[in-house]
């Protein structure tokens, strides 16, 4: 198994990522990264200066990947499965593309700034900035709402990484700005993302504390971090 993902069970970027491993059934060692240790935040910005995650390290080809789009594009090339993230159609995999960047930009990144926002201190709250994030949610919703009334995935009818991102950001955004009643297609959407064996809460890595790694039945206890080449 060469596949390390190092992550959170709390970031919903990570569940994009874990998403596209699920659906393809790849094999991977699962390794929570705690960044309140600092052996295990110095650990991960040597892997990714930026401190962030999910990375994912791939030991038989001594390579790092990160940012989630980026590591479920390397999945695709290089772990492919029975379902294809990228359409091979330049065009469809444009499209794909932008919606990928939709749900990422003006709802995944908004829904994590208002819940940022409810676990500051009462000095430090921006109200302006909940605001515009609100704003900017009700905005994509509107679009998602409209794009999703004769579709069954984000790009027609097939599965791609547009859909691995639409799940945990919609999943959360209906949890900080409930939806179903303003965007029923939206709505529809959300819940056959939520229904897709990939995206089950059952298929969520066991997480071991005493390892600090979370542990299927499938996977193996997680290697420590290696230093390779940045993506």
């Not at 960044?35 to 995650?53: S, T």
């Not at 995206?199 to 996977?219: E, Q, Y």
Request: aromatic share 8%; hydrophobic share 40%; proline share 8%.
């Amino acid at each position: 198994m060469s596949l390390t993902l190092l992550f959170h069970p709390l970031s919903s970027f990570c569940h994009k990522v874990l998403i596209a491993l699920y659906e393809n059934d790849t094999p991977f060692t699962p390794q929570i990264v705690n960044l309140q240790d600092e052996g295990e935040r110095a650990a991960l910005c040597k892997l990714w200066p930026m401190g962030k995650f999910p990375v994912l390290v791939d030991a038989a080809r001594d390579w790092n990947v990160s940012e989630s789009s980026i590591i479920i594009e390397y999945l695709d090339l290089h772990f492919p499965g029975k379902t294809k993230f990228i359409p091979a159609d330049a065009d469809l995999a444009r499209q794909m593309r932008f919606r990928d960047r939709v749900f990422d930009l003006y709802v995944h990144l908004p829904m994590q700034k208002i819940v940022g926002d409810r676990l500051r201190p009462a000095d430090s709250k921006d109200p302006y900035g909940v605001a515009e994030a609100r704003t900017t949610m009700t905005t994509a919703l509107g679009m998602i709402d409209q794009a999703m009334a004769a579709k069954t995935w984000a790009t027609g009818e097939t599965f791609t990484m547009a859909d691995c991102s639409a799940a945990p950001a919609l999943f959360y955004a209906d949890k900080v700005m409930p939806f179903g009643a303003t965007h029923r297609h939206a709505a529809a959407y959300l819940q056959r993302l939520t229904e897709r064996p990939s995206t089950a809460g059952g298929r969520r890595p066991r997480v071991d504390a005493s390892r600090r790694t979370a542990s299927p039945c499938r996977h193996r206890t997680a290697p420590a971090p290696r230093s390779n080449r940045p993506s």
